[in-house]
């Protein structure tokens, strides 16, 4: 495996995060109340909460995928 090949890896892989992660954020601000129908009904969670879970989650998604794909593809891009 060489150098090309893992800045193509790092790449689609940020690609495909970042989509999921766009895709989660639309998701969330479109079915926000069906999201929380549907958990409220197997958790006991208060409205402010479920919010706050959901947005929590997006931006550790967010910066795993900045640390775990963004940061080794621009390390690539930079040697090599």
């Known amino acids: 495996m060489n150098i090309e090949m893992l800045k193509a890896f790092f790449m689609w892989c940020t690609l495909i995060n970042f989509g ?3 895709l989660s954020f639309g998701l969330c601000i479109k079915c926000a109340d069906w999201a929380y129908k549907m958990h409220s009904k197997w958790f006991d ?5 479920f919010t706050i879970a959901i947005y929590s989650f997006l931006g550790f ?4 995928i900045i640390v775990f794909n963004v940061i080794p593809w621009a390390a690539l891009a930079i040697i090599g």
Do not use: E, F, V
């Open 45 to 49: 969670i208060s409205r402010d909460a």
């Open 61 to 64: 998604y967010k910066l795993l």
């Open 20 to 22: 999921l992660l766009w």
